[in-house]
């Protein structure tokens, strides 16, 4: 004689989790993650960015001083891209979070292209926003002391 056997439907002994209970877990979590790596990634490339940025800034310092040279600092705030050109070496790199830079003798400029010249007997402080969705960051750079400083809000 064989034996039947018979599922219970709607019923669990608390020892087990269902499938639907699994599925839901593993959807919950799924979602949360779509929703939170984009913000985590976005923050990594801007912190990426805003070293670059302070490193080309105090490139174009010390080179200008070391050589006693002109550098040229130029910042494209429509194809987001800054430059800098000392002597013979020119150096390029694509900044996606870039949206303003400020000058002491400019202001604040959000659009176009700004081309500022590092030389002996030049002090101008310049400061580049970085805004990567949520929050803006300042490189600030002081020519008086050589020092840059990044704000990160």
């Not at 960015?49 to 600092?73: G, H, I």
């Amino acid at each position: 004689m064989e034996k039947i056997v018979t599922l219970r439907v709607g019923k669990c002994n608390s020892k087990g989790v269902t499938l639907l209970e699994l599925l839901l877990v593993i959807f919950i979590i799924s979602l949360t993650t779509v929703f939170v790596f984009p913000y985590i990634f976005s923050y990594k490339n801007t912190k990426k960015e805003m070293k670059t940025v302070a490193s080309l800034l105090r490139y174009a310092y010390e080179t200008s001083l070391a050589t006693k040279n002109p550098c040229v600092l130029k910042t494209d705030l429509h194809n987001k891209t800054i430059s800098v050109a000392c002597q013979s070496e020119r150096k390029e790199y694509e900044i996606n979070s870039l949206m303003a830079i400020q000058t002491t003798s400019r202001g604040l400029i959000k659009e176009g292209v700004v081309i500022i010249t590092f030389s002996l007997g030049k002090e101008e402080s310049v400061t580049i926003h970085l805004f990567d969705g949520n929050n803006i960051s300042k490189i600030y750079l002081n020519q008086l002391s050589g020092r840059v400083k990044i704000i990160d809000s």
